[in-house]
């Protein structure tokens, strides 16, 4: 290969990681701009398992960005994350880990780091924010 093809070859390459790179991240800068108190917990209870862009660290699943919140919750305790309501539902009783300390965040704070999320995720929420009023209407998946 010559060396300009070479360095064309790399280029592309950078090029489409880099778009990729940028494109979930402005999800996720929009996502604590709008969000800036669930941005707060989700970066103290929840980025040192799934990653400060909410991409998953070690096999945890993927919180923000493309492809993010899949339809069953990991334990597959809970059913389908078909609404807000759904995954507010699962965090709240499954998070955050260890088990020793599920449950232990107020209300408050489980409902802000799941709009946090669901904005990382390209979701729409309310103008309003998300609410135990709001939540069962947000779409996350699609029956």
Request: aromatic share 6%.
């Amino acid at each position: 290969m010559s060396g300009e093809r070479w360095v064309f070859g790399v280029a592309s390459v950078l090029f489409v990681f880099g778009c990729a790179s940028s494109t979930a991240g402005v999800s996720v800068e929009q996502a604590r701009s709008a969000s800036p108190r669930g941005a707060k917990v989700y970066e103290r209870e929840c980025s040192g398992c799934h990653g400060d862009d909410g991409g998953g660290l070690s096999g945890t699943p993927r919180v923000m960005g493309a492809g993010a919140l899949p339809l069953r919750g990991a334990s597959g305790k809970l059913g389908p994350l078909r609404s807000a309501k759904d995954v507010f539902d699962y965090v709240s009783s499954e998070m955050p880990l260890p088990k020793a300390r599920v449950g232990s965040l107020p209300e408050a704070d489980y409902w802000a780091v799941v709009e946090f999320m669901l904005r990382g995720a390209g979701k729409d929420v309310p103008a309003e924010g998300l609410s135990a009023a709001t939540a069962s209407s947000i779409v996350v998946n699609a029956p």
